[in-house]
């Protein structure tokens, strides 16, 4: 059946319905043309510390240097970044792509087990870690038998200068608890790299736009973690699909400031913060610990910011810290959430506040992430996810595959130039997620209305959204189920305020001294902490199908229909 696209009747004065995603070849070519344009131009501030477009440039040259001259990687190879918002992070990922590497970012909050999964699925080249989880890394190499993988340790205070940096790097390692010591072996400084790297001239690397950019884990239709292939063109058309759609909000290409709290290694800031914004000569201060409200607000009362990314939780933590009020709006143009939903009620007090619509967007790793987003002409918070952005479809599909009429509920279907290759060395997985029309089928039940607009009204998958990240109920089961004592664990989201959703578990014991606390202990060590239970239930059985599956849906409905009675006696 014909496409009907009502969305574009709804696109803001000046967006294109398609971008050229052949315009530019690679990321590099993207990143060549600001280092160009913006070269004297502040890139990226940490601690203090700017480094300008014209440095970035010369040091993500001197990592890809190292990477190819000294390391002798191969074009293709995987090389993990697992790091926090820090001016290190910008020069290792460049460099990786000039280098014609694939980035592969990894939540520097992994355990050992974890991060062991995604380099032994990778068969990742190179590690670059930050010395606050070299001992997590540490563990994981020692658990993978020590396998040929080159490492390159940093400190966070590395790139901020002598006295700055020596400073804080002293105080983490010797007057904290955050740099637990480490060691490995034949382990390479990150400033060692860069050095060696400049000894040796960069020599062309061919990229093509098929060429693998990112390989960006996620847990897709199942709890298993993979790799979603996003290749260049896939990155190149979502920067020129946001670049185009930003365009309306009258943001200067070379005179913007972005303030970047949200971590770089997820898909949403890496996409927005990292590379559009980059791509228009933004001035980006990367924050590394936004959970430090208290010294968050005080950074911001010192910046003339003009744009801000975040997701729901974090808006809210702002909004109830002291002082946040008291900043210098009068600057600020534009905030983009995303990542998760953005609650009314945060939008409608962000608005009175800041003076500044909070525009809500909607995206997947498996999109690169972009797939729509509201126009950021809108004047108040709607509840929608948004438009279709340019030279993307969507659709809603029934259980059969059939495309739905506009307005009926249904599975929310993305296609477009953006959606990534296949997920790595799961041709399987791929099949079940883009259908043979190039549908990717997101897993999220929709509606598109009359004017294109996309409401998200309920989630096929039992994934769980806690502060923007995923966690899948499969992954959390599986771990707990090897603790001794689990006969049985089911694992749902229940609504939390600050986090959205937070995990409870649902436990039927074989050991019947079996306690909460020392579940919470397992899961600490296996489990990173936004996947950690919160709650803990034991039951004598758990609700099943006349086939054995255990019914997630019952006790989501159990317990919210708990939390709703509770909620009436307390109110009475």
């Known amino acids: 059946m014909n496409l009907d696209r009502?969305?574009?009747?709804?696109?803001?004065?000046?967006?294109?319905?398609?971008?050229?995603?052949?315009?530019?070849?690679?990321?590099?070519?993207?990143?060549?043309?600001?280092?160009?344009?913006?070269?004297?131009?502040?890139?990226?501030?940490?601690?203090?510390?700017?480094?300008?477009?014209?440095?970035?440039?010369?040091?993500?040259?001197?990592?890809?240097?190292?990477?190819?001259?000294?390391?002798?990687?191969?074009?293709?190879?995987?090389?993990?970044?697992?790091?926090?918002?820090?001016?290190?992070?910008?020069?290792?990922?460049?460099g990786t792509l000039r280098a014609g590497l694939t980035v592969m970012n990894v939540n520097p909050l992994y355990t050992a087990r974890e991060l062991k999964h995604q380099l032994e699925d990778s068969t990742a080249s190179a590690v670059v870690v930050v010395?606050?989880?070299?001992?997590?890394?540490?563990?994981?190499?020692?658990?993978?038998?020590?396998?040929?993988?080159?490492?390159?340790?940093?400190g966070l205070g590395d790139m901020l200068g002598a006295f700055r940096g020596g400073a804080i790097n002293f105080f983490l390692e010797h007057l904290s608890t955050m740099v637990p010591s480490y060691r490995i072996h034949n382990a390479v400084r990150f400033k060692s790299a860069l050095a060696r790297g400049k000894r040796h001239a960069l020599r062309p690397v061919e990229i093509n736009s098929e060429d693998i950019a990112f390989l960006q884990y996620t847990g897709g239709t199942t709890g298993i973690a993979k790799g979603a292939m996003l290749t260049h063109r896939n990155l190149v058309a979502n920067l020129q699909q946001v670049s185009a759609w930003i365009k309306s909000t009258g943001l200067e290409p070379g005179k913007e400031v972005?303030?970047?709290?949200?971590?770089?290694?997820?898909?949403?800031?890496?996409?927005?913060?990292?590379?559009?914004?980059?791509?228009?000569?933004?001035?980006?201060?990367?924050?590394?610990?936004?959970?430090?409200?208290?010294?968050?607000?005080?950074?911001?009362?010192?910046?003339?910011?003009?744009?801000?990314?975040?997701?729901?939780?974090?808006?809210?933590?702002?909004?109830?810290?002291?002082g946040f009020d008291k900043i210098d709006f009068s600057s600020f143009r534009f905030t983009l959430g995303g990542g998760m939903a953005v609650q009314r009620t945060v939008a409608e007090r962000w608005k009175e506040v800041t003076g500044v619509t909070?525009?809500?967007?909607?995206?997947?790793?498996?999109?690169?992430?972009?797939?729509c987003a509201n126009p950021l002409d809108l004047q108040e918070f709607n509840g929608s996810i948004g438009l279709p952005i340019p030279s993307t479809d969507a659709c809603t599909k029934d259980d059969?595959?059939?495309?739905?009429?506009?307005?009926?509920?249904?599975?929310?279907?993305?296609?477009?130039?953006?959606?990534?290759?296949?997920?790595?060395?799961?041709?399987?997985?791929?099949?079940?997620?883009?259908?043979?029309?190039?549908w990717l089928h997101t897993g999220d039940i929709a509606k598109i209305d009359e004017k294109g607009f996309v409401y998200i009204v309920d989630r096929k998958k039992d994934m769980i959204l806690v502060s923007g990240f995923n966690v899948y109920p499969n992954e959390v089961e599986?771990?707990?189920?090897?603790?001794?004592?689990?006969?049985?664990?089911?694992?749902?989201?229940?609504?939390?305020?600050?986090?959205?959703?937070?995990?409870?578990?649902?436990?039927v014991r074989k050991n019947p001294r079996l306690t909460a606390a020392q579940v919470k202990s397992y899961a600490r060590t296996n489990l990173t902490g936004y996947k950690r239970p919160r709650y803990i239930e034991f039951r004598d059985e758990l609700p099943k199908s006349n086939v054995g599956k255990i019914l997630r849906r019952t006790l989501r409905d159990e317990e919210l229909a708990k939390r709703a009675a509770q909620a009436s006696q307390e109110s009475s």
């Open 6 to 94: 009502p969305w574009l009747q709804s696109y803001p004065p000046g967006v294109p319905a398609e971008i050229d995603p052949d315009e530019y070849r690679s990321i590099p070519d993207i990143l060549n043309a600001s280092f160009d344009t913006y070269r004297q131009n502040p890139a990226y501030s940490n601690f203090g510390k700017i480094l300008t477009y014209g440095e970035i440039d010369q040091l993500s040259a001197q990592f890809a240097s190292y990477l190819l001259n000294v390391l002798k990687l191969k074009k293709g190879d995987r090389v993990a970044i697992m790091m926090p918002n820090c001016l290190q992070y910008p020069i290792a990922v460049f």
């Open 131 to 154: 010395d606050n989880f070299g001992h997590t890394l540490e563990e994981a190499l020692t658990e993978m038998g020590s396998p040929p993988i080159h490492v390159v340790t940093t």
């Open 258 to 322: 972005v303030v970047t709290a949200l971590p770089l290694y997820h898909i949403f800031a890496l996409t927005a913060n990292c590379l559009t914004f980059f791509k228009i000569g933004a001035f980006n201060y990367l924050i590394t610990n936004p959970r430090d409200m208290k010294g968050f607000i005080r950074k911001l009362k010192g910046i003339r910011f003009t744009a801000f990314t975040g997701v729901n939780t974090l808006f809210n933590g702002m909004l109830n810290a002291p």
């Open 358 to 371: 909070l525009i809500e967007a909607y995206g997947l790793t498996e999109t690169s992430p972009a797939a």
């Open 400 to 438: 059969d595959g059939n495309i739905l009429p506009i307005g009926e509920v249904g599975e929310l279907c993305i296609r477009g130039p953006q959606v990534m290759k296949g997920y790595w060395r799961h041709p399987d997985e791929t099949s079940k997620a883009i259908d043979s029309d190039g």
């Open 478 to 507: 599986d771990v707990l189920a090897l603790m001794p004592g689990v006969l049985e664990v089911a694992a749902i989201g229940v609504p939390e305020e600050k986090s959205g959703e937070t995990v409870k578990v649902f436990i």
